[in-house]
Nanobody
Framework: QVQLVESGGGLVQAGGSLRLSCAASGRTFNTYAMAWFRQAPGKEREFVAAISWSDRNTPYADSVKGRFTISRDNAKNTVYLQMNSLKPEDTAVYYC?????????????????WGQGTQVTVSS
């Protein structure tokens, strides 16, 4: 069992930055693939970024490529999402996800555990 708790969301002006954190419980964190998804009102939950257990695979959604960076610290059981050059269209609830089996990184149904989400609002 893995529990995920996100933090770091908030209100920021367009062009600003935020760093989201996701703290995970469980001793096998370093074996899980981790990801960030987001969901805007009235829209489907969509993939943002993922990171493999080895850090060697870090795919990004085209909409955030070059602006967002995902990273993980296995010693702290934490995954991060650094978000720069934020745009109003980045406004959403951001969710952290963990997958224990081999996952298709962008496919949300492959992830076993989810956090409660953290709100990110970008004003224009």
């Amino acid at each position: 069992q893995v529990q995920l708790v996100e933090s770091g969301g908030g209100l920021v002006q367009a062009g600003g930055s935020l760093r989201l954190s996701c703290a995970a419980s469980g001793r096998t964190f370093n074996t899980y693939a981790m990801a960030w998804f987001r969901q805007a009102p009235g829209k489907e939950r969509e993939f943002v970024a993922a990171i493999s257990w080895s850090d060697r695979n870090t795919p990004y959604a085209d909409s955030v490529k070059g602006r967002f960076t995902i990273s993980r610290d296995n010693a702290k059981n934490t995954v991060y999402l650094q978000m720069n050059s934020l745009k109003p269209e980045d406004t959403a609830v951001y969710y952290c996800a963990a997958g224990g089996a081999p996952v298709r990184p962008t496919y949300r149904f492959d992830y076993d555990y989810w956090g409660q989400g953290t709100q990110v609002t970008v004003s224009s």
